[in-house]
């Protein structure tokens, strides 16, 4: 019984990125119609954003400490953050302390900006073009967007640590009455899993709840018709892009503390996220969540290590021989709609 | 002529003379002179002009003919190179058994793939092919280790049984050879001048099978077989009210494809006895997509250009550093030289990618056929300029 609670706790922060990452592409199917191979980029520069935060903020002075000296005798220099200058030594700590959550503030506007210049500046004019033609330029542009943080942060991983009153893990074995250390979790783990848990709560509740969601919605139902009816769906559906590279971008931010970010990181997940998507259905936004989070568990039973005695190397390949048998049998994906990129 | 109309007889002659002498018009700068690094007459890289030649050949059967958009053809590519070893392991180092095998087994495992894949289409295929290829390479990787070596990759070893070879001696190596006669390594070198060519056993072996590879896929092409697969791709749903069971048309192109990457599989390995699981993971696929996109999906050279031309890129482009680009702009004022260094570098070296990514979204962009359509627009840019250049020369007098 521990094993199982603690499997399903292992898979749930992996189905959290691959839940927020499949909302995003399925946001962007769903009103665009577009099928967007540079979403894994997008998550990858939410997780440099948070790269970038964090140096800026370490950013320093040097400034001599009289009171020191170094092994020479000459007084120590001792670099100085700028935020120690603005805040004062412990706000400044605590600002440096708690760079990653500080991230999520500047993640969005840009993410924002760059899924405009992306929509209005590139995939705008694929929407005529088949299918093929936007994976294969999404494509493109993936490979330019990993390269350029290739370019400015190198090829190695970053390691960006959580604030530190995250670091440790929590013990749910004293929580829920099995043994002490049964079941050991990460506290950043369940940090990221609310996290991703309230921004799907967050755009399920903007397209459910305000008016703009609501003709979104139509739009994506039927797009000509609310043309006719006088509303610039166009404008609407940008909008919706900037958002979905912003879900992306965010998952990307708070998943830095659990696996350093490198520049291929985004390619890793979005092979991943396709599948979950087509899992649980194209274009439908319930379906992608629950796929995402559906695959992560069976992801980390397939690890447990009385599986793989009985099935070798299942966990390897556990994500796609479900895609499979899925594809084959409910054609449409777990929550598909019917007539969505059935041509 | 063999079964060809003139243009694509004209076409297939064209390729043969630029195959044959390719030693030759790869290697325009002699030997120790400046531009002497963008020569490409290396047998190397030679080898892996017409045996990605070959790979981009076949996939385009399936996607330039079908538009069926498979993600996961590296899969191929790699299981018949798995074959190709595991021949040289247990018959000889003769690769004409191994060729054979290569394809025989890439084209078993496409039959089953294609099965279950053709199933879907659009989109659901792309994501079909490439969960396939991904768990193959998964397995590959970890649990099938002692058929395909794992990390470290599989190549011939002392204490192989090779039945008709007879075991290696340990510290023998073996190379991969034709019956004995030659030996795929085995090259000739001609100094004229300043000049090298290297005339290599393996590349012309390579060479002659790619030029018999374009010649079939020619064929296909102007075959009945070739208008069933182009009425798949522009209207799949009328196909089948004309009473036309469009799968096992889409079927024969996808296993075919699949033993042509499994024919390039199989001479890779007889160039260079090894094979390894990275030769299957999604980029390797994706890497088939873009020579096949950038030369020209649908047409027949264009795949076979758009291979060189990456292959080229990998090669050249990737080993421009810092002092090179320093020799070549030591002519501009010093200022502007560093300006255009720093400008120029993200580009080369390490970033070639970034330089291929560009290049390939441009492509997709404003050349949707490919660099054979870039080609055919300037020639019917430089065609209609000429008679207007007559036209107006003839008339300007008169006024």
């Known amino acids: ?343 | 002529m063999l079964g060809l109309e003139k243009k694509d007889f004209r076409l297939l002659l064209i390729v043969v003379a630029l195959t044959m002498l390719a030693p030759f018009i790869l290697n325009p700068f002699p030997e120790g002179s400046d531009m002497a690094q963008f020569n490409a007459g290396y047998p190397d890289l030679m080898q892996r002009f017409v045996i990605f030649g070959i790979l981009a050949i076949g996939f385009n059967i399936l996607f330039g003919l079908t538009g069926y958009l498979s993600f996961g053809h590296a899969a191929f590519l790699g299981v018949g190179s798995y074959a190709a070893v595991w021949m040289f392991k247990l018959l000889s180092m003769n690769v004409v058994p191994a060729i054979l095998l290569s394809v025989i087994i890439a084209g078993v495992f496409a039959l089953i793939i294609g099965y279950v894949s053709l199933r879907r289409s659009g989109i659901y295929f792309s994501i079909l092919t490439l969960a396939f290829a991904q768990m193959s390479y998964a397995l590959a990787y970890s649990v099938l280790t002692p058929l395909t070596g794992g990390e470290t990759g599989l190549q011939p070893k002392p204490g192989d049984p090779r039945i008709l070879d007879g075991a290696l001696a340990p510290g023998e190596t073996a190379t991969p050879g034709f019956f004995g006669l030659f030996d795929m390594r085995d090259s000739l070198e001609l100094s004229v001048g300043g000049w090298v060519f290297t005339f290599n056993v393996g590349y012309y072996f390579a060479a002659v099978i790619m030029i018999i590879a374009f010649y079939i896929s020619i064929r296909i092409f102007r075959s009945p077989f070739g208008m069933m697969l182009r009425a798949i791709k522009s209207n799949q749903t009328r196909m089948s009210y004309t009473g036309l069971n469009a799968r096992p048309y889409t079927l024969a192109a996808f296993v075919i494809s699949g033993m042509y990457a499994g024919l390039a599989g199989g001479l890779l390995v007889s160039m260079d006895p090894q094979a390894g699981a990275e030769r299957m993971f999604w980029t390797a696929s994706g890497e088939i997509v873009l020579m096949t996109i950038l030369g020209g999906a649908g047409t027949l050279i264009g795949p076979v250009l758009g291979a060189g031309f990456i292959k080229y890129f990998e090669n050249i482009v990737s080993k421009i550093n810092k002092t090179t680009l320093e020799g070549w702009f030591y002519w501009m004022p010093d200022g502007i030289e560093d300006v255009v260094i720093t400008i120029i570098y993200p580009f080369v070296g390490k970033g070639w990618h970034l330089t291929l990514g560009l290049l390939f979204m441009l492509v997709v962009i404003f050349l949707p056929g490919g660099l054979v359509e870039g080609g055919q627009r300037i020639a019917a840019a430089l065609k209609r300029k000429k008679p207007d250049d007559a036209k107006s020369s003839a008339t300007e007098p008169a006024e």
Do not use: C
């Open chain 1, 1 to 343: 019984m521990d094993q199982i609670i603690l499997q399903i706790l292992n898979g749930l922060d992996k189905g959290s990125a691959y839940a927020l990452i499949a909302l995003g592409l399925t946001l962007i199917f769903g009103t665009l119609g577009v099928v967007n191979f540079a979403h894994g980029a997008l998550f990858m520069m939410g997780a440099f954003v948070s790269v970038t935060v964090s140096k800026l903020l370490t950013l320093s002075h040097k400034v001599v400490d009289e009171t020191r000296t170094d092994f020479l005798g000459n007084p120590l220099q001792v670099d100085v953050p700028y935020v120690y200058d603005w805040f004062g030594q412990g706000a400044g700590d605590a600002i440096i302390d708690w760079a990653v959550p500080i991230s999520i503030i500047f993640a969005i506007p840009i993410m924002v900006t760059i899924g405009f210049i992306m929509e209005r500046g590139l995939i705008k004019h694929f929407y005529k073009r088949p299918h093929a033609d936007q994976i294969l330029v999404t494509f493109g542009l993936a490979i330019v967007l990993q390269e350029v943080i290739k370019y400015f942060y190198g090829a190695n991983p970053i390691p960006t640590p959580a604030p530190s009153a995250f670091t440790g893990s929590f013990d749910f074995g004293v929580a829920f009455g099995f043994d002490p250390n049964a079941i050991i979790y990460p506290y950043w783990r369940l940090v990221y899993f609310f996290f991703s848990v309230i921004v799907i709560g967050a755009v399920f509740a903007f397209l459910q709840f305000t008016t703009f969601g609501m003709v979104v919605r139509a739009g994506m139902a039927d797009r000509e018709t609310v043309g006719m009816l006088g509303i610039n769906i166009d404008k609407r559906f940008t909008v919706m892009f900037g958002i979905a590279a912003a879900v992306a971008g965010l998952a990307g931010v708070m998943y830095v503390p659990i696996n350093p970010p490198n520049y291929h990181m985004g390619m890793d997940f979005l092979v991943l996220s396709f599948v979950v998507v087509v899992v649980g259905g194209m274009g439908s936004l319930p379906g992608a969540v629950a796929a995402g989070f559906l695959l992560g568990i069976l992801e980390s039973f397939a690890s447990m290590s009385a599986v793989i005695n009985i099935l070798p190397g299942i966990n390897q390949i556990i994500i796609y021989l479900v895609a499979i048998i899925i594809l084959l049998t409910r054609p449409r994906g777990l929550m598909g709609r019917k007539g969505v990129m059935e041509e």
